[in-house]
């Protein structure tokens, strides 16, 4: 499978971020798996935003939650990532990544939640 | 949660043995711990998911191990590709949280 992040690569202050996770080589209506946004600023830590499963339930970061919406599109194999009122706190490299929820092991199913697949991310800057 | 990892910069050299630890502040479960490698300008990759599984292509000096707050990543020889930065992560009553990093320099 392959993530690919689009999307400004500029956005101003207090205007909305919007980014579009294209998945290829797999499909996001598959239940075995979360659709995650993980973002990077510079020089920092990850930081997890959010993901959204194929049915539409979401979860999002306790710290970014008032501000954040995820959506996730069947049709077209796409989820996306809206960031509200953003400051240049905002600014980081942008990455959309599946998460396996479980794996089929010795006859049962267990449940282990990592990272597998990640896009190449994408730098958003927030400045006027 | 809260995951801190330990030490913060690791200096090392080629061929040594390299520990880094991950530290929850309450019991987790082991089974939702994954460590990660990044490297500069690259996203990361899974390096061990249920604390001590090698994800596919991983060679066997990485090993992990773990249980209930303290979890370790162990790296036997130290190549030159190894020096990076390494996370773990943890996913617990939907949530998943990283640690802050722990820098592996030569």
């Keep these: ?128 | 949660i809260v995951l801190t990892q330990s030490p913060g910069t690791l200096s090392l050299s080629p061929g040594e043995r390299a520990t880094l630890s991950c530290r929850a502040s309450r019991n987790v479960d082991s089974s939702h711990l994954a460590w990660y490698q990044q490297k500069p300008g690259q996203a990361p990759r899974l390096l061990i998911y249920s604390s001590s599984t090698r994800a596919p292509g991983i060679p066997d000096r990485f090993s992990a191990s773990g249980s209930g707050t303290g979890f370790t990543l162990t790296i036997s020889r130290l190549e030159p590709e190894d020096f990076a930065i390494y996370y773990c992560q943890l996913f617990d009553t939907s949530v998943n949280t990283f640690g802050q990093g722990t820098k592996l320099e030569i």
């Design chain 1, 1 to 128: 499978v392959q993530l690919q992040e689009s999307g400004p690569g500029l956005v101003n202050p207090s205007e909305t971020l919007s980014l579009t996770c294209t998945v290829s080589g797999g499909t996001v209506s598959i239940g075995s798996y979360y659709w995650n946004w993980i973002r990077q600023s510079p020089g920092k830590g990850l930081e997890w935003i959010g993901y959204v499963y194929f049915d539409g339930r979401t979860s999002y970061s306790p710290s970014l939650k008032s501000r954040v919406t995820m959506s996730v599109d069947t049709s077209t194999n796409q989820f996306s990532l809206h960031l509200t009122s953003v400051t240049a706190a905002d600014t980081a490299v942008y990455y959309c990544v599946r998460q396996v929820l479980y794996d089929y092991v010795g006859g049962d199913y267990r449940y282990f939640y990592y990272f597998d697949s990640w896009g190449q991310g994408t730098l958003v800057t927030v400045s006027s």
